[in-house]
């Protein structure tokens, strides 16, 4: 066991939790409103009944959701220091707005959507509800766009420097930066497979509960809940195919992770620059089976409810969520950033094969996590510290697990 492996085994698992439950909150932010809107238009009681019950769901995860947020940075501070650095240096206006939009602003106007259920005219409230979820969908727009720079940092620029500590200065544009090729897609991509998820979600808690206690109630969200996330489902192939479309042209080592081959454009000269660390074509075809799985069972709760069926959904959708951010997180490895083709011809141009490959190098995961190495000696000295962290690991797990529980399942109608 090496620093890198401590650093992304860790992060990766606040990762795993963080992530559902972000994409939870991201599309139940939106279909709150939705539901509201349609029950109104409808006189159907049964759908505002839904969006005033999963509003105290929608707190409930939206705090452990900022819970593993902070968790995330924590780990990102004390296990990449380097590169939380470099990061917070380069993004900081990013982080700015995704705090000041995201929690400042989304947070009391989420409070004041549930708490005046029934004392604002109908439609004001579905007009709040909708404002809510636009300013909560600001930190995934945020968060994104450096996912997207990670991919292709289009407006990160190199200089050469004998005065900075690595060889270079790093600094960037952010009118660039956003104008990335493959941040709209990720955007919406996200946003789709969010309001699938939490679709799949709905339609299994209700055909699992109608299954034992039918009611009107329970078939009504069954059944618009599959529908939705079948409709959402082939919104988040067709962007995830476009996302995959422009990796595929404008980041070499994350194209070549997820294919399993390198991209045809690639010249042979920067075939061992662009190499990826793992081969995860095998992950990519998984999700893709797991899709298909998926849409049989949406297709199957929407004609009757059933509990195996439920919860084959249900496993199926946290499934595809996670490998998809897996796939999408680690596919870059062995670089923190990848370094655009364009870019390493102009860095050879300018400055010489050695500087280019100096800079290569300093971009891996493995320069920042270097940090970690007395880390490493330590719990090769006591590895109580190992297993004693892995038992609070395992608790908290189970106690995150109980409290989703008790709050998504346990509560009536």
Do not use: C
Not at 120 to 139: D, E, N
Not at 226 to 234: D, K
Not at 245 to 255: D, F, G, K, Q, R
Not at 302 to 307: L, T, W
Request: no cysteine; charged share 5%; glycine share 8%.
């Amino acid at each position: 066991m090496n620093a890198a492996t401590i650093a992304v085994a860790l992060i990766a698992w606040a990762f795993s939790i963080h992530i559902p439950i972000v994409y939870t909150v991201l599309g139940l932010a939106w279909l709150l409103p939705t539901l509201e809107y349609v029950g109104y238009r409808r006189g159907n009681g049964n759908y505002v009944s839904m969006a005033r019950n999963m509003g105290a769901y929608l707190i409930t995860i939206y705090a452990i959701g900022g819970l593993f947020g902070t968790i995330i940075t924590v780990f990102l501070a004390g296990l990449l220091p380097i590169f939380t650095d470099v990061a917070g240096a380069l993004f900081w206006p990013v982080w700015g707005v995704a705090i000041v939009f995201g929690i400042v602003i989304a947070l009391p106007m989420l409070g004041f959507y549930y708490r005046t259920f029934d004392s604002l005219p109908p439609m004001r409230h579905v007009a709040i509800g909708y404002l809510t979820a636009a300013f909560m969908t600001v930190i995934p727009a945020m968060f994104r766009m450096v996912f997207a720079v990670i991919n292709y940092p289009i407006g990160v620029e190199i200089t050469k420097s004998s005065s900075s500590i690595i060889g270079f200065n790093l600094s960037v544009n952010l009118g660039q930066a956003i104008g990335n090729p493959t941040y709209p897609p990720l955007l919406l991509a996200t946003i789709a497979a969010a309001l699938a998820l939490t679709s799949a979600l709905i339609a299994s808690i209700y055909s699992w509960r109608g299954a034992s206690s039918p009611s009107a109630y329970y078939e009504a969200g069954r059944s618009l809940g599959a529908r939705l996330a079948i409709a959402f489902g082939a919104l988040w192939a067709v962007f995830g195919a476009w996302y995959l479309y422009e990796v595929y042209l404008y980041s070499p080592t994350m194209a070549w992770s997820i294919l399993g081959r390198p991209p045809s454009y690639l010249p042979s000269a920067f075939l061992s620059v662009y190499q990826p660390t793992y081969d995860l074509a095998w992950l990519f075809y998984l999700i893709v089976a797991l899709a298909v799985v998926d849409l049989i069972a949406l297709a199957v709760t929407i004609r009757r409810p059933s509990k195996p069926v439920a919860a084959l959904t249900l496993l199926a959708s946290l499934a595809i969520v996670d490998a998809s951010e897996v796939l999408n997180g680690v596919a870059h490895m062995p670089y923190a950033l990848v370094p655009p083709l364009s870019a390493a011809e102009s860095l050879v141009n300018s400055y010489g094969v050695g500087f280019a490959v100096q800079v290569a190098h300093t971009l891996q995961v493995s320069t920042f996590v270097s940090t970690l190495t007395p880390l490493v000696d330590l719990i090769a000295m006591e590895p109580a510290i190992l297993y004693a962290s892995a038992v609070g690991f395992a608790f908290f797990n189970a106690l995150i697990f109980v409290v989703l529980y008790y709050a998504l399942v346990r509560r009536g109608k």
